[in-house]
Nanobody, 122 residues
């Protein structure tokens, strides 16, 4: 199991932007497919965005046009750029990633980060 480290969360006003990062704590481990999930208070965990090893992407409808998922192979890091944030985006965001090589498709992997809080004020 790979331990992932997330960063980039925080408090921002509605309409603002944040960029989340996700990388393995062991830099020698390569990550391929990356998914970002979120869990708001009192709600279940939701897949927000996913990028496969082949760079195919998926977004939940509520973030399309506002969030962009990407991966930098040289830095072995996944990102979630979040623009035009809304109060309903407030949640703990979790990174989920697969080691290289990764099978194409959207899957939930056994490797998770500790979560990073994103709070959007109105």
């Amino acid at each position: 199991q790979v331990h992932l480290v997330e960063s980039g969360g925080g408090l921002v006003q509605a309409g603002g932007s944040l960029r989340l990062s996700c990388a393995p704590s062991d830099e020698s481990i390569c990550i391929a497919s990356v998914g970002w999930y979120r869990q708001a208070p009192g709600k279940g965990r939701e897949l927000v965005a996913h990028i496969t090893g082949g760079r195919n992407t998926f977004y939940v409808d509520s973030v399309k046009g506002r969030f962009t998922i990407s991966r930098d192979n040289a830095k072995n890091t996944g990102y979630l750029q979040m623009n035009n944030l809304k109060p309903e985006d407030t949640a703990v965001y979790y990174c989920n990633a697969d080691q290289c090589p990764s099978v194409e498709g959207i899957y939930e992997y056994p490797n998770w980060g500790q979560g990073t809080q994103v709070t959007v004020s109105s």
